[in-house]
Each structure stands twice: as C-alpha cells, then as structure tokens.
C-alpha cells in the first residue's frame, strides 16, 4: 500500500460517472471518503456500495463527500448509481492509475484462487488532503457503519482533552 495515515493523498484526476473530472486537487478544502472496489454489480461491491448509500446521509453531515473507484468505465458508473439510487460519484479508473498509485492492485484469494484483482481499501482524506484514516478490513454488508466510526474515531481524537 502507498498510502499512510498522515501523508498527502497521491495525485489522482478520474473522470466520474458523467464524464466530469474530479481531482485531488480539485477537492482541496474539502474533506472526502474514497472506497476502493474491485466492479459494480457484483454481489460484494453491491452491497458495500448500499451500504453506504444507507448511511449517506450521516456521512454527508459529518462534512464528507463520498467517491467510490473501481476500472469500471463511467457508462456502466452510470448504471450501477441508476439502478440502486447511489447519492455520490463513482470514478472510472480504467487505465488503474489511481489504485496503482495508491497501492490497491496485486494478488489476492477470492472463492479459494488466487486471483489479480483491487483490494477493498477506504480512505478518509481532509480538506488539506491528508490521509486521516485507513479501512482495510471492509465488511461489505455494514461499510458505511465502518466508515461513520472511523468519523467518530477521527472526532474523538480531535477533541480537546482536560
């Protein structure tokens, strides 16, 4: 992995589903969710994007923008955002340049192979675009449950102590 809790985000510019560009630089200022899935539609990466979908609404008021990546093309982002009414973008990294740079891309088990695929990786990222936070372990079926502690972890930690 080539990210770490601290560090600037690596420069990224995808386009999303509508074929607008949204960039690191772009979302200076801002603080922002980025989860990495392997493909929409399927079975995992559906429920996990639901998943957030179903908690978007508290994700947004604790002042994040959500984007998830996958190597899907942005037609078929459209799709999947149409078919189960997601709130948020999806970018199309196609030529994998952003999970490549994050370090997202290389082996792993799925169904008992092994196989080359993109690891379910989120990353909590803040206005001046540092990482924050890191979800490796991502339950499919209760993200945005994990993505809303890792908020309240990262409040907690903010928080004046006596």
């Known amino acids: 992995m080539n990210i770490e809790v601290g560090k600037p985000v690596p420069f990224f510019k995808l386009q999303d589903e ?23 539609d399927s079975p995992g990466c559906t429920k996990e994007a639901c998943s957030i979908r179903d908690n ?14 996958s190597p899907d093309k942005s037609k078929k982002h459209r799709k999947f955002i149409d078919k ?16 490549l740079s994050f370090g997202l891309w290389g082996p792993k088990k799925f169904m008992g192979r092994e196989i ?28 945005g449950e ?10 907690s930690e903010a928080e004046p102590s006596c």
């Open 18 to 40: 509508d074929e607008n560009i949204v960039s690191s630089d772009s979302l200076k200022g801002q603080k922002y969710v980025l989860f990495f899935y392997p493909k929409d």
């Open 56 to 69: 978007f609404k508290y994700i947004k008021r604790k002042g994040y923008t959500v984007f998830g990546i």
């Open 84 to 99: 189960y009414e997601f709130q948020y973008s999806l970018l199309a990294d196609t030529e994998k340049e952003m999970i």
């Open 116 to 143: 080359v695929g993109v690891y379910r990786t989120t990353v909590l990222v803040d206005e001046k675009g540092i990482v924050e936070h890191i979800i490796e372990k991502v339950v499919t079926k209760s993200h």
């Open 146 to 155: 994990q993505v809303l502690e890792a908020i309240k972890e990262l409040e």
